[in-house]
Structures are given as C-alpha cells and as structure tokens.
C-alpha cells in the first residue's frame, strides 16, 4: 500500500525556520516525482514546486522560488519542504503530494497525498 | 506559469441535480488535466485524470471532459456525500491548481 507520511504539526514564532518531512513507503520511492502544495486557512491549493529522488531533479514554482527549498534523501525514502524566516502568512497546511507516472514521462497528476502538516507561525 | 481560471467558485445545488465545473487554461495543455474533490479537513481525493479518465473507486456520477484550454467537470444525480470542493490541476507544464469550486447544499 503506497503512504506519504508527513511530520507533525508545528507552532513556529516569526523568523524561525521549518523543515517538514514526507516518508514514502509501498513502492519505489526513488522512480516518483514528489510535489509539496500549500494551503492557506480558507483557501485553495498552491503548488509549491516538486522534487525527483532519482536525480535529485528540482522545480519550483515562481511564486515559491527563493522562499522554500525542496530536497530529499533517498536512503530514508523521505522528501523535505524547508521554510526560512517564517512570517505569519505562512501559517498553512503543507501537503506533500506522489506525482503519478503516466503515459508521457514528463507529465503526471497526483495520485497519493500525505495527510498535510499544518503549520501556525504566530508570535 | 500556466494559469488556471475555475467557475464558478459558488455553486448551489440539490440533491439529484447534474452540475457542471469548468476550467480554462491560459494555454494550451492537451488532456494534461486533473480533477480533486476536497472536503473539510482532508486530504484532495482524485476523481478524473488525464480529462476524462475515472479513478477507479470513483462513482461513475462524476465525469470529465475537454482538451486543450477549456475542460468540465459534470457530477450527475448529486449525492449528499458530493457536497465539497473540487479542484482542477494541470499538469502539462509543472502544476497550476484552479481557485476551486464550492458546491454546497442549495
């Protein structure tokens, strides 16, 4: 059975920093792109940007490039959205996302999701 | 970035209606699209992939269809579990989610 288990919930105060954790587990994580989406309180789904174990392979969004960076370490099958000098609008639910392999190899949806980390910054 | 404009972003509807979602891309993204059903507190469910493709688990009420810039997502016979908001993601050139539909209980 294909999991995305994420961290737990955290509370950071503004300027603090925040690595979230994604560990796959049910199938080959390295041969699956991972993607991280935001949610605000409210609000729709952002993606963030998205991250290939296999080669380490990396894309970001621009509205997220510069502000979060995404990495992995595939000897623990675990994918990372780390967040620097938090402020309040990034309190959000953070979910880490498998991106589907599909008939084009470039392209896929995104067919599991972890269950979210949220995240409250707040002095 | 490919934007992604969802209507409407309310929907009223009652039990045993037919509705219909649409999203348009800024560009052209051939069948390179996808439909989530979120509900309060949970994770996105995916419903249609690649357009008109049914997740298998999903009822078959729900149904998607279009290509290039213009898709719809029509859920038939709406059931009270339906009640929730959907999303639509392209995913021809990295992601871009649509702002989401709200279909609540008319």
């Known amino acids: 059975e294909v999991q995305l288990v994420q961290s737990g919930a955290e509370v950071k105060k503004p300027g603090e920093s925040l690595k979230i954790s994604c560990t796959g587990s049910g199938y080959i994580f390295a041969a699956y792109w991972i993607g991280w989406v935001r949610q605000m309180p409210g609000k729709g789904l952002e993606w963030m940007g998205i991250?290939?174990?296999?080669?380490?392979?990396?894309r970001y969004s621009s509205s997220f490039r510069g502000q979060v960076t995404i990495s992995v370490d595939k000897s623990l099958s675990t994918a990372y959205l780390q967040l620097t000098s938090l402020e309040a609008s990034d309190t959000a639910i953070y979910y880490c996302?498998?991106?589907?392999?599909?008939?084009?190899?470039?392209?896929?949806?995104?067919?599991?999701w972890g269950r979210g980390t949220p995240v409250t910054v707040s002095s | 970035d490919i934007q992604m404009t969802q209507s409407p972003s309310t929907l009223s509807a009652s039990v045993g209606d037919t509705v219909t979602i649409t999203c348009r891309a800024s560009q052209n993204i051939y069948s390179w699209l996808a439909w989530y059903q979120q509900k309060p507190g949970k994770t996105p469910k995916l419903l249609i992939f690649r357009a008109s493709n049914l997740e298998s688990g999903v009822p078959s009420r729900f149904s998607g269809s279009g290509s290039g810039t213009e898709f719809t997502l029509t859920i038939s016979s709406l059931q009270p579990d339906d009640f929730a908001t959907y999303y639509c993601?392209?995913?021809?050139?990295?992601?871009?989610f649509g702002q989401g539909t709200n279909l609540a209980i008319k």
């Open positions: 991250i290939y174990p296999g080669d380490f392979d990396t």
């Open positions: 993601l392209q995913y021809d050139t990295f992601h871009s």
């Open positions: 996302a498998r991106r589907a392999i599909s008939t084009d190899v470039t392209r896929g949806h995104f067919d599991f």
